[in-house]
């Protein structure tokens, strides 16, 4: 007897190691969630870690084949990187690394700064490797002081048959807020 109860406590650990990291939806199906993001200085950073921790989402960094330097992000440069591939809204820069197994997310959080009233275009980069058909993609930003801009009228066209959501604005905001805010 006593044998048979320890199987069923280790069978049992197994099918709740097995179920960590997924959630149930209204339909009590196992959903998947990540939490991509592209950060360069930190702040959207410390926003996807807060947010991946909130939503039990997988994190995901989008690191630039080319890492940014201080004078890339000099954007009252007009010849910095930032300002010629932001003037470029088809500029495209390479990313390095790529997320194993999209397929298995539902929902897809992709978080970046604002530049230029709008996402980086290395966003664009990420959103165009995979197919999101279907999967409910919700943006959110971090910014030194402006809003969202027509940052979806330029993310839609790189994944046309995701279910888009408005863009959350994530700047500064501590966990309790976050958990109010994807509610």
Same mark, same amino acid.
């Not at 197994?14 to 339909?27: E, F, R, S, Y």
């Not at 959903?31 to 950060?39: G, I, M, N, P």
């Not at 007009?78 to 003037?87: H, I, T």
């Given at each position: 007897?006593?044998?048979?109860?320890?199987?069923?406590?280790?069978?049992?650990?197994?099918?709740?190691?097995?179920?960590?990291?997924?959630?149930?939806?209204?339909?009590?199906?196992?959903?998947?969630?990540?939490?991509?993001?592209?950060?360069?200085?930190?702040?959207?950073?410390?926003?996807?870690?807060?947010?991946?921790?909130?939503?039990?989402?997988?994190?995901?960094?989008?690191?630039?084949?080319?890492?940014?330097?201080?004078?890339?992000?000099?954007?009252?440069?007009?010849?910095?990187?930032?300002?010629?591939?932001?003037?470029?809204?088809?500029?495209?820069? #390479?990313?390095?690394?790529?997320?194993?197994?999209?397929?298995?997310?539902?929902?897809?959080?992709?978080?970046?700064?604002?530049?230029?009233?709008?996402?980086?275009?290395?966003?664009?980069?990420?959103?165009?490797?995979?197919?999101?058909?279907?999967?409910?993609?919700?943006?959110?930003?971090?910014?030194?002081?402006?809003?969202?801009?027509?940052?979806?009228?330029?993310?839609?066209?790189? #994944?046309?048959?995701?279910?888009?959501?408005?863009?959350?604005?994530?700047?500064?905001?501590?966990?309790?807020?976050?958990?109010?805010?994807?509610?």
């Amino acid at each position: 007897m006593r044998r048979l109860t320890i199987i069923m406590s280790l069978a049992i650990a197994v099918v709740l190691c097995a179920c960590a990291g997924t959630k149930k939806d209204n339909k009590n199906m196992e959903t998947k969630t990540l939490v991509a993001y592209f950060s360069a200085t930190g702040t959207t950073k410390a926003a996807a870690e807060k947010l991946a921790d909130v939503v039990g989402g997988d994190l995901h960094e989008i690191q630039p084949e080319q890492p940014y330097t201080d004078a890339d992000l000099d954007w009252h440069n007009q010849q910095s990187r930032s300002s010629v591939e932001m003037k470029d809204k088809s500029s495209r820069p #390479a990313i390095k690394n790529k997320v194993e197994n999209v397929d298995q997310y539902d929902t897809v959080y992709i978080g970046f700064p604002i530049w230029w009233y709008i996402a980086p275009t290395i966003v664009n980069t990420f959103v165009e490797q995979y197919n999101l058909e279907g999967k409910t993609v919700i943006p959110f930003f971090t910014s030194g002081g402006s809003g969202k801009g027509e940052t979806l009228n330029y993310l839609k066209p790189s #994944a046309p048959k995701a279910n888009w959501k408005e863009p959350i604005n994530l700047t500064g905001k501590s966990k309790e807020e976050i958990e109010k805010l994807v509610k």
